[in-house]
């Protein structure tokens, strides 16, 4: 079974950085892609980024480009999002999400597998 478990959020100022961790474990292949998404009080759930493990191929969501920088370290089975130059506008609960494939994975319900979600917030 795959578990996703993410850390790392927290309270922080505009402009100020954050770095989400998402410990994941339970692949049976490796070919699978990790996702971000958030999603903020009265609002949908929306992809932020995803990497693809076998590849490394990496999307970042137009919002968050030349901001937030999906990464992963394979020895450690942990997936990360560095969180630069941070808005009000990015507060939500922030969760990783799985799926088995190396294709593009832009929507939540092409992901199988969710984390419970770390909360971010960025005081103005």
């Known amino acids: 079974e795959v578990q996703l478990v993410e850390s790392g959020g927290g309270l922080v100022q505009a402009g100020g950085s954050l770095r989400l961790s998402c410990a994941a474990s339970g692949f049976t292949s490796d070919d699978y892609t990790i996702g971000w998404f958030r999603q903020a009080p009265g609002k949908e759930r929306e992809g932020v980024s995803w990497i693809n493990h076998r590849n490394g191929r990496t999307y970042h969501e137009d919002s968050v480009k030349g901001r937030f920088t ?39 319900l092409e992901y199988d597998y969710w984390g419970q979600g770390t909360q971010v917030t960025v005081s103005s």
């Open 70 to 108: 999906i990464s992963s370290d394979n020895a450690k089975n942990t997936v990360y999002l560095q969180m630069n130059s941070l808005k009000p506008e990015d507060t939500a609960v922030y969760y990783c999400a799985a799926t088995y494939g190396t294709g593009t994975y832009y929507w939540p």
